[in-house]
């Protein structure tokens, strides 16, 4: 399978090709080897050598033979080291068993190649740890990926898989598929397995999926995952139909709900964000837009946002912050200080200062917040927003290995640049990015959608309708692996 070929389909699309016999699964994934090889040479984005063979897999899965990659934070993989982006973790601790979505990675039939490189405890919305050195932008290397999902956005985007993994406990899929030019879903609390570990996914501040290109293959990948495992903490109802038809051109007109077949969605845009931070006019220009082309689609689209304590969000994201701790704090052997990075030593500091208190009061912080939210999707169906108040930065603007940092004044820093995606893990909410926009440099811009907790269908549809309407598949980095 020729390199062109193969970073030119989507997982829907090679997966088509495998199970027509077109091409086998080896030949996908020798082109996936040559391709991560070469974009991995460029772009700095996988944690640790290729995995020789690819983990096993269900070869009759919905998504059996296509290219995969997981992040280094996990979900863990049995006898896999993961690092979490850190050299206190020395080798990498081998994990003991499978989490759950990880097995349903397995069964979907997704051929797992690799890990990829995050910041150091997930805990920016840039990839550049001092283990590894900063991952590239395939839109233009001397710029950030995003965070945490960095490594994952820039192999996705490049093309050199379709899919990777990720998580978002403050917007680590959305930020850095804003950065990348990517479709970048978080589910809402409890549609994707958590497990038991890490306090129950960060209070179910985290939610686990994924980056992809179109918006057909999250639909299909979240068929393929969705649902709490036995004993979870949180639930989302259950879909009505399975997403792979939400996300069909032919599906339910326009992104309108089921069971409303004669009038659009209430939607709202905004482009001012919570912490008044100064949006872009490049990025205000592309939600606008995005705005436009809904209303175009027969939506009611009018100004307005919910109403959000910016110091309630950041108290909050404190607990979060602090609960990313306890893997290290728990460990039978504490990491060094000195080889973990400056924000990272400050965090498990005030983890270990605080108390129940604490704890408590930044929960129910928490809990003001999706109140407040809650009270606003009462009479809106859809929140259109940027999904960063800029473009992808420069390497090097956020510093976490910056000593002069507390838990809050690092959160407030990197809120500045990303300070409409944290809210929602507060809310529980499912949003998506999308890639709605091109700045005049070229860059990507990302707009956001959130919907109602357990609306991912309708979050799917919408963005079907805006795949037709404002399409960005044509669009390909300048290092994309495709190209000669």
């Not at 973790?89 to 997704?110: K, T, V």
């Not at 307005?304 to 052997?333: K, N, Q, T, Y």
């Not at 037709?468 to 994309?480: G, T, V």
Request: glycine share 12%; proline share 10%.
């Amino acid at each position: 399978m020729e390199l062109h070929e193969y970073a030119g389909l989507d997982a829907v699309g090679l997966r088509g090709l495998i199970s027509g016999g077109e091409v086998s699964a080896a030949e996908v994934e020798a082109a996936a080897r040559a391709a991560l090889a070469r974009a991995h040479g460029r772009l700095n984005a996988l944690a640790a050598p290729l995995f020789t063979p690819a983990l096993d897999h269900d070869p009759r899965g919905p998504l059996a033979g296509v290219p995969f990659l997981i992040k280094d934070t996990g979900p863990m993989a049995e006898g896999v080291p993961f690092r979490c982006g850190s050299r206190a973790l020395g080798p990498g601790i081998p994990a003991a068993a499978d989490h759950e979505l990880m097995r349903r990675f397995r069964a979907a039939g997704l051929v797992t190649l690799g890990l990829t490189i995050s910041p150091e405890m997930g805990l920016s919305f840039t990839s550049e740890p001092l283990l590894h050195g900063p991952v590239r932008n395939p839109w233009d290397p001397a710029r950030a990926a995003g965070g945490s999902s960095g490594g994952a956005a820039a192999l996705v985007a490049s093309g050199a898989v379709p899919l990777a993994h990720a998580n978002d406990g403050a917007g680590s899929i959305r930020v850095p598929a804003a950065c990348c030019g990517l479709v970048g879903l978080k589910p809402s609390r409890g549609r994707t397995p958590t497990g038991a570990g890490l306090g129950a996914a960060l209070f179910g501040m985290l939610s686990e999926f994924a980056l992809a290109r179109t918006v057909r293959d999250a639909a299909t990948l979240l068929d393929a995952v969705h649902g709490p495992a036995p004993g979870d903490a949180f639930a989302a109802p259950a879909p009505v139909r399975p997403y792979a038809e939400e996300a069909r051109p032919d599906g339910p007109a326009a992104g309108r709900p089921a069971g409303d077949p004669g009038g659009g969605l209430r939607v709202a845009v905004t482009t001012h964000a919570w912490s008044g931070a100064p949006v872009d006019p490049e990025v205000a220009a592309a939600t606008t837009r995005a705005g436009v082309t809904l209303a175009a689609l027969g939506h009611h689209v009018q100004e307005a946002s919910p109403s959000v304590g910016w110091d309630e969000v950041i108290h909050a994201c404190e607990a979060e912050a602090v609960g990313a701790a306890a893997p290290f704090l728990l460990a039978p052997r504490q990491p060094p200080p000195d080889r973990l990075e400056a924000v990272s030593r400050q965090v498990m500091a005030e983890a270990r200062g605080r108390g129940a208190v604490d704890l408590v009061a930044g929960l129910d912080a928490a809990g003001r917040v999706s109140q407040a939210v809650g009270r606003f999707f009462a009479d809106h169906d859809l929140l259109v927003t940027p999904t960063l108040a800029g473009l992808p930065p420069p390497h090097g603007t956020l510093r976490y290995d910056d000593p002069g940092h507390t838990v809050e004044s690092w959160l407030r820093e990197i809120f500045t640049f990303g300070p409409f995606t944290s809210v929602v893990n507060l809310t529980g909410q499912p949003a998506v990015s999308l890639p709605l926009g091109q700045s005049a440099s070229g860059l990507p811009i990302g707009v956001q959608l959130i919907a109602a907790h357990g609306r991912e269908d309708l979050l799917l549809r919408v963005s079907a309708a805006l795949e037709e309407a404002m399409p960005w598949r044509d669009r390909r980095p300048p290092l994309f692996v495709g190209d000669s």
